[in-house]
């Protein structure tokens, strides 16, 4: 019986693990980041979509703090010029939101530190 308690045990960390260990702040991983944007990365180039353009606008509306702003930042700058993500680059000018430099700072994320 504790064999297998201390198997399940192992088990669970392993699987339970990346979660906890995932780099957060407030309450947001880049992996939620980069999920939240989901209904940009499906349109076609130039294509505004309400929903594309509401995912923007929340990122923007909780970009609070230079913490934040660095987080969004360092979490989109190595995927933002790959596809399917580099559809975000127009999108925030064509929604009028200024969330642009967080996406994609003119100077890096250095602008941040």
């Known amino acids: 019986m504790s064999n297998s308690v201390f198997i399940l045990s192992i088990v669970l960390m392993t699987i339970v693990s990346p979660i906890f260990n995932a780099k957060m702040v407030n309450s ?6 980069k999920a939240a944007v989901k209904p940009c990365l499906s349109l076609g180039p130039g294509i505004l979509s309400k929903p594309c353009c509401n995912a923007l606008q929340d990122i923007e509306f909780k970009a ?3 913490q ?5 930042c360092n979490c989109f700058k ?3 010029h790959s596809p399917p993500f580099s559809k975000l680059i127009p999108l925030p000018d064509l929604c009028q939101i200024p969330v642009a430099g967080i996406l994609t700072p003119p100077n890096g994320c250095s602008r941040y530190d």
């Open 28 to 33: 947001i991983t880049c992996g939620m980041a």
């Open 64 to 66: 609070t703090t230079k």
């Open 68 to 72: 934040i702003r660095q987080f969004y």
């Open 78 to 80: 190595d995927v933002i």
